[in-house]
């Protein structure tokens, strides 16, 4: 199973202070970050991609080619990459040139995101938001897996004889999830290609992801890609530790109520009790992480939101020590009675091995 941390990059007034980090600031922050995850020894680094303030991750390639160059381990990826407002050919080169300069340690999520006004700023229509998922993947799907391709599509001008270049380290694509926290066509979707779906489910209570990620399951198993327990999940977490439960109540309280997503609505204690949400100590994060498992069933890939709203790079750096020293247990413990059927998260690895199987059996 994968551990890792995600950032959504925004750039936040941190509300004990009243200091706002400039966007350099906060863009080194977020390689601080991804490079003390490798340090203490997590799994995955996922940034997303937004286009407005106060967000600054417009590019997530750039920066996970950067960390690329400075990691050794780390497997890079995002959450989310735009498939609907992204043309579908730049994602491919993009994220083809950004697994061979790290070696393969990158996969990608696939999402609509959460800004409604992304769409007409790259010429979409967002009540096209569906279908542009639908179709743009299609393409971006055949584009890693066939040399030459002709389409014709509904939302971007026909490829004709086209080559995506480069093409796929080992001629193997990075692996994809799709991401959603409401939409039961993207779990089809991931379902219908034998991707991975994330549920990044940090808004919502437990019950709309359950059925999520169970459509997901069934549907995975309906288009025989292998039983429902063989089908790839990840899930989203936030937490906030310190030693002692109340010390970290008390010092992330301020961040929770000024948040640009959620603050100034729920209290930190409905939200913490209906969501993923821990704030507490290192033994309250894992007992709470543990139980996803008895929500969603074995699953691939936990990520954890650790530097939102304003928090300071100093302090987001003590939460992955934390990490650092919680995930060893968390590992132990979701491995143990862990059936043998649950497979691995994906990685270059893996994929290359299962391809290379595939062409045996072939010949």
């Known amino acids: ?3 890792g941390v995600f950032t959504v990059g925004d750039v936040t007034p941190d509300p004990t202070t009243g200091r706002t ?5 906060r863009i080194k922050a977020m390689v601080a970050i991804a490079l003390k ?14 286009h407005n303030p106060p967000f600054v991750p417009s590019s997530p390639t750039t920066m996970l080619g950067y960390i690329a160059a400075r990691t050794e381990r780390l497997v890079l990826s995002t959450a989310t990459t735009l498939i609907t407002t992204n043309d579908p050919v730049k994602i491919a080169e993009d994220f083809a040139m950004l697994q061979h300069l790290a070696d393969g340690r990158v996969d990608l999520m696939m999402g609509r995101g959460n800004t409604g006004p992304v769409y007409p700023w790259f010429g979409k229509d967002i009540r096209d938001g569906i279908d542009l998922a639908i179709e743009n993947y299609h393409l971006l799907h055949r584009l890693w897996r066939e040399d030459v391709v002709d389409w014709e599509g509904r939302h971007r001008t026909p490829l004709q004889s086209f080559t995506s270049t480069p093409r796929p380290l080992d001629g193997v694509p990075p692996f994809v999830w799709h991401g959603s926290i409401r939409s039961p066509e ?4 991931a379902a219908y290609y034998g991707d991975g779906f994330f549920a990044n489910n940090i808004f919502w209570p437990k019950e709309h992801f359950i059925r999520l990620i169970n459509l997901y399951r069934e549907r995975y198993e309906h288009y025989g890609h292998g039983s429902a327990g063989q089908a790839v999940v990840g899930l989203g977490g936030q937490v906030f530790m310190r030693r002692n439960s109340q010390d970290a109540v008390r010092e992330f309280r301020p961040y929770f109520d000024n948040a640009p997503v959620y603050g100034h609505g729920p209290s ?3 939200f913490t009790s209906q969501t993923p949400l821990t704030v507490g100590s290192p033994q309250e ?10 929500h969603f069933g074995d699953y691939q890939r936990q990520l954890f939101l650790v530097d939102h ?8 750096l003590e939460q992955l020590d934390l990490l650092g020293e919680i995930v060893p247990v968390l590992r132990r413990e979701f491995a143990a009675g862990r059936p043998a059927e649950v497979p691995d998260a994906p990685t270059h690895a893996s994929l290359r091995q299962a391809a290379a199987q595939r062409k045996a059996e072939v010949r």
Do not use: N, W, Y
């Open 1 to 3: 199973m994968q551990f």
């Open 21 to 25: 980090p400039t966007e350099a600031e």
């Open 37 to 50: 995850a490798e340090e203490v020894g997590l799994d995955v680094f996922a940034t997303g991609e937004h």
């Open 186 to 189: 993207i779990a089809e979707q």
């Open 268 to 270: 930190l204690e409905d």
């Open 285 to 294: 994060v894992v007992e709470k992480t543990l139980s996803f498992r008895q």
């Open 309 to 316: 709203a304003g928090l300071p790079l100093k302090t987001v």
